[in-house]
Every structure is written in C-alpha cells, then in structure tokens.
Antibody
C-alpha cells in the first residue's frame, strides 16, 4: 500500500528546532514528489515546502529560510528541519505525496502536531 | 490572509448543485493550469478531488467538476449529498513563489 506516515511532532519551546520525518512505504522517495503542508488549529491549509523528482526543492517565502526539506533514499524518508520556532508555527504538519507535478498534493498522511509554547 | 480568495461558506439542498469560487491573480490561478481542489471532512486530513483544473483522481465521483476563467477557478458539486459536507480548499502553482492555498469554504448540505 502506498502511504506516508509523519512523526517527530510535539511540544516545543519558542526558539527551538525540530526535525519532522515522513516515512514512505509502497514507493521510493527518490524520484518522487513530496511536500509538507501545515494547518494551524481552526485555520486553513498552508504550503510549507516541496521536494521534486530530480531533487530540486523550494519553500514558502513566509518561512523566511527557517524550514528546510530533504530526503534520504536509503531510509526512504523525507524530513522537514525547522528552526527558530514561534507560536505562529503551531500546527498539524502533513506530509503529502504527489502523483505528478500537477497533482502535487495527492496522498496525505495523518499529520503530526507541533505545538510551540513556553 | 490567504493568497487565494474563497467564500467562507456555501450551502445547498440535497440533489442541488453548488459552485465554489477561488480567485487569484495572473501570477497563480490565471497563469498556470495547475489548480487543484481538496475536501476535508471534520477531524480528517484533506483529500484531492480535482487537479489540473478539471481532472478527477480515480475514485472521485463525476459529480465533482472543475473549471477556470481568467484568474478565477471554480469547483462545482452536483447532486449534493450529505457526505459532501466539509471544508473545501483550492490551491494553485504560483511560479517562483511555489504553491498557494485558498482560505477554505465550508460547505453545508441543508
């Protein structure tokens, strides 16, 4: 079965760093499209970052260079490294598999909650 | 404030049709054919319903259809059913800015 499973969320102090993991099964992250999309409590969806088939990646300007996406083909995982977390980063973070560039957000994981609070 | 503008709510009676709009700019919706729509039921993750403006993934009923005119994309749900209730989001490719989402529309079946 093709699926993605997120992990690594939790309660963080403001200013902290966190690495979220996305474990893929049923397909290879190498040569695949994987994105992170977040949803703050009671709010809408917000694109965070994507890594594309040939390894190119990009992130939302609003993340101000604090978020970085990478993949490890040996573990078949994709990661989202986050830095300098603030309360505004509190959200459920979804890992999303893309069937193609035009269907970039095809298969959604269950999400992992990141809560930033002192 | 979301990059794409959606009405906060929409509603219709069972069997009726409802259309949800998604307005952007020439830098996103109007400039590319990469508009998608997602359904999110309460307490669940989003599900892709339409991609590349008009295409349906396998398993999505043909009651769901998409279109685009200029800087505005639309999702039409025909033959409304109770199971169609939820939040609907649009997204679009935005070139060097990456990807943008709409603020979401809560669909209620009366």
């Amino acid at each position: 079965e093709v699926q993605v499973v997120e992990s690594g969320g939790g309660l963080m102090q403001p200013g902290g760093s966190l690495r979220l993991s996305c474990a893929a099964s049923g397909f290879s992250v190498n040569n695949s499209y994987i994105s992170w999309v977040r949803q703050a409590p009671g709010k809408g969806l917000e694109w965070v970052s994507s890594i594309y088939r040939r390894g190119h990646s990009n992130s939302a300007d609003s993340m101000e260079g604090r978020f970085s996406i990478s993949r490890d083909s040996s573990r078949n995982n994709v990661y989202l490294q986050t830095y300098s977390l603030t309360a505004a980063d509190t959200a459920v973070y979804y890992c999303v598999r893309g069937e193609s560039f035009g269907a970039l957000f095809s298969g959604w994981g269950q999400g992992t909650l990141v809560a930033v609070s002192s | 404030q979301s990059a794409l503008t959606q009405p906060p709510s929409a509603s219709g009676s069972p069997g009726q049709s409802v259309t949800i709009s998604c307005t952007g700019t020439s830098g996103d919706v109007g400039g590319y054919n990469y508009v998608s729509w997602y359904q999110q039921r309460p307490g669940k993750g989003p599900e892709l319903m339409i991609y590349e403006i008009t295409k349906r993934p396998s398993g999505v009923p043909d009651r769901f259809s998409g279109s685009k005119s200029g800087n505005t994309a639309s999702l039409t749900v025909s033959g409304l059913q109770g199971a169609d209730e939820g939040d609907y989001y649009c997204s679009s490719y935005a070139g060097i800015k990456g990807w943008v989402f709409g603020g979401g529309t809560k669909l209620t079946v009366l």
